[in-house]
């Protein structure tokens, strides 16, 4: 499974007042309350969390590196394909078995909803090689003028972006048409 630790690191907001803690400074005692509900989940793993609690209930929101756990359930992180806030919620669509199910998860209010929005947009957003290194490879133009050379480099990007694009629509991020658009766009520029 792919690793979001870096991407959650980088994305996830440390608020005190909204209790959105992010590691190093994941608070220790509220954290293990959190997570003696779920004994699936390791303290050692949690790379960030959201804790909310009201009057009547309480619950978090943990991620660790490849997954999201959540008050009645969990999903994958590589599986997630699109996040809308609610009022007090974040509506997650994932990828279950080549159907798209919502997860609905709640949290502490709109604002805290907006903000896991984005971290799970980040997440969408993330590249996914998991453990395949693409390597773009530079090849010997010694030998050809500064013009061919920056022609050639130009094709290069050109022909790896277009890669990542129709990763990005076999993915379903985005449609045949925005594919088609963008990749007739970038071979215009050749």
Known sequence: MKDFSDVIKR?????????FYVKPNL??????????SNSKIQAAEVIACHLYGGLFSSGAVVF???LCYFEGGSLRLEDVK????GDKFVQVDVNQGGRLTTNKIKCQNAEAAALLENVFNAIIDAPRTD????????KDYSSYSKEAINWLELRDEIMA????????????KISLIEFEDKKTDLLSRL
């Open 161 to 172: 972006t277009i890669d990542m694009l129709h990763q990005r629509f076999m993915d379903g």
């Open 131 to 138: 453990n395949i290194s693409i390597l773009v490879e530079k």
């Open 11 to 19: 994305k996830f907001p440390y608020d005190e007042k909204l209790e």
């Open 27 to 36: 608070p220790a005692g509220k954290l293990s309350k959190a997570l003696a």
């Open 82 to 85: 699109g996040a809308s806030k």
């Open 64 to 66: 660790t590196p490849t």
